[in-house]
């Protein structure tokens, strides 16, 4: 018994480092999962790594091969767009709600957020971290639990997708000033406005990010 905490513990580390390596691409999607080069990478044995590669399989986050192999998932236009499509509407929701809850002090903080935002919005991560942090706060003003409870399992498949949405200098600005005018209507008390403003938004960053991947791979990179 006294040995059970130590392998939850191992399984956990191996399950969080596996789900970051992929989110943030480094591992590569297609790329194929090797348990005994991984394992040596992780300093871990076979049995935490293959407990954290079904959890993740569960999840959609690797693939099982037919010949037994699992796989990084391709990156994939219509899986991305079922999830822009369902966070736009999570999106839209929580910002309605926002209208109706939002405090002055609340007001106050999604405005210190835009300034820094403003400030990196020159900083790819910088900029996108800055928007993540935007679109929590509204979430936590809205307080609609499940809500919030969709959308942050929205969010984990999302983040290999995320950094194409703001690739470029001019979906940054764009980004920014819609992040200033959907503050703006939540400020004001417009939910009709900032349901549709946010739904918009999360809209656009899907197609900036469907034209990335596509450029992608169209010139094999």
């Not at 391709?74 to 509407?89: G, M, N, Q, T």
């Not at 109706?100 to 609340?106: I, S, Y």
């Not at 820094?116 to 935007?134: E, I, K, S």
Request: glycine share 6%.
């Amino acid at each position: 018994m006294p040995e059970s905490p130590a392998r939850n513990t191992g399984a956990h580390f191996v399950y969080q480092e596996l789900k970051r390596r992929i989110l943030s691409l480094e591992l590569k999607p297609g790329e194929r999962i090797y348990e005994p080069a991984m394992a040596s990478a992780l300093q871990v044995s076979r049995t935490p790594l293959r407990e954290a590669i079904r959890r993740l399989i569960s999840e959609d986050l690797l693939e099982q091969q037919p010949t037994g192999g699992v796989l990084v998932p391709a990156l994939d236009e219509a899986a991305l767009s079922e999830l822009y499509e369902v966070r736009a509407a999570m999106e839209s929701l929580m910002a309605r709600n926002a209208c109706l809850k939002a405090t002055p002090a609340d007001i106050e903080a999604l405005h210190g957020i835009l300034q820094r935002n403003a400030a990196m919005v020159t900083f790819a991560d910088d900029a996108m971290q800055q928007g993540m942090a935007l679109h929590a706060k509204i979430a936590a003003i809205a307080g609609n639990s499940w809500a919030r409870r969709f959308h942050g399992q929205i969010s984990s498949h999302m983040e290999r997708y995320r950094h194409f949405t703001n690739s470029t200098q001019e979906r940054r600005d764009q980004a920014l000033a819609q992040h200033r005018t959907l503050v703006d209507a939540v400020a004001g008390g417009e939910p009709d406005k900032a349901a549709a403003i946010a739904f918009d938004h999360v809209m656009g960053a899907r197609d900036a990010a469907v034209r990335a991947i596509s450029g992608t791979a169209t010139t094999g990179a």
